[in-house]
């Protein structure tokens, strides 16, 4: 008598439970294959920041100066009009930056003013249009992938350059760069260790349709002021911590290489949604005037877990965390603050 032999299979207990181990095993490592991604988003993060200390240090040694922040021109009897020539500092940094390609498309002689403060000639566009719209990846963090608009956009920053403790449209700053700045490495006397150059802003997205979560919120969006309230930058920033997401009028601030300011604050922690106020004058004028102001509250932003990258007159990057002291942060902002600096 002939015995047929049966090959014994997987029952369905053993199969749900081969499945259930492949799939602890899965998001055991998922976690770490993302950890493991951002830290060397993190680290590419910080040697463009690097770069840019670099390219400022090499401006610097080429002009004896570091780049202004944003440009202004004169006109007539108005000692400087902001809103007329906004040329800043990246548009000055690109030969230093290896875009000197890009620099030599731009026609820094061609006006583009107009009576009012926000409206260019189009002109203006259409001739720096295809440069504008460059997008350079050492100006990109790339831990932010924020999707670029299809609209008439200017390529984006991540990178602005710090704009002291006190800044808006039409004075200087306590910082090494705002408007027209002229500041030389030897005027930071609070030691360039101690002193920011540059660090990160999350890219500003639509605005959100509907309420966005309160970690992206602080990090892409902001609360603009109502326009009844009493105008100073004291003001704004008492009015900004008591502000409770999500209340308040929703807005959202892009940065740009060309163009814009390109400033942020040492007012506000790390990752701290933005807050601004505006006054819109016919044209806004550097040095003393009357009804004529636009106040903003920027902190750094960005996407990296807990604070962010920042860049020092020394060349050094460092990580910034958000829980930082206030005191402590608005001093790494100042270049003759005379704060007494410990360890951060």
Request: aromatic residues 12%; proline residues 6%.
């Amino acid at each position: 008598m002939q015995y047929r032999k049966h090959r014994r299979g997987f029952t369905l207990i053993e199969l749900l439970v081969v499945i259930t181990v492949i799939a602890i095993l899965i998001a055991l490592l998922l976690p770490a294959v993302q950890i493991a991604r951002e830290a060397a988003r993190r680290t590419q993060c910080k040697n463009n920041l690097k770069q840019i200390a670099l390219a400022l240090h090499n401006y610097h040694d080429t002009h004896s100066v570091l780049p202004f922040g944003t440009g202004g021109r004169v006109l007539g009897v108005r000692p400087l009009q902001w809103g007329c020539s906004r040329v800043n500092a990246f548009m000055l940094l690109l030969p230093h930056i290896e875009q000197k390609h890009l620099y030599d498309r731009i026609d820094f002689s061609l006006s583009n003013c107009n009576e009012t403060v926000f409206n260019f000639p189009t002109y203006y566009f259409d001739f720096h249009e295809k440069v504008f719209q460059t997008k350079i990846p050492i100006l990109l963090c790339p831990s932010d992938r924020q999707k670029t608009p299809a609209t008439r956009e200017f390529g984006y920053l991540n990178y602005p350059l710090t704009f002291g403790t006190t800044w808006n449209y039409k004075d200087k700053s306590d910082g090494p760069f705002h408007i027209i700045s002229n500041t030389r490495i030897t005027d930071i006397t609070d030691g360039t260790s101690q002193t920011a150059l540059a660090s990160e802003h999350a890219l500003a997205g639509p605005l959100p349709s509907s309420t966005p979560s309160h970690g992206k919120f602080r990090l892409r969006y902001g609360f603009k002021r109502p326009q009844g309230s009493s105008s100073n930058q004291a003001a704004l920033e008492t009015w900004c911590m008591q502000q409770a997401f999500p209340n308040g009028e929703v807005s959202s601030l892009k940065k740009n290489w060309a163009l814009d300011p390109i400033g942020y604050h040492h007012v506000m922690k790390p990752n701290h949604w933005f807050c601004y106020e505006y006054r819109f004058p016919t044209k806004q004028i550097y040095g003393p005037s009357t009804g004529t102001y636009a106040h903003f509250v920027v902190p750094p932003t960005s996407l990296h877990p807990g604070g962010v990258n920042m860049a020092f007159a020394d060349g050094n990057v460092r990580f910034i965390s958000e829980t930082i002291d206030q005191d402590l942060f608005r001093a790494l902002g100042t270049i003759e603050g005379e704060e007494i600096i410990g360890e951060f």
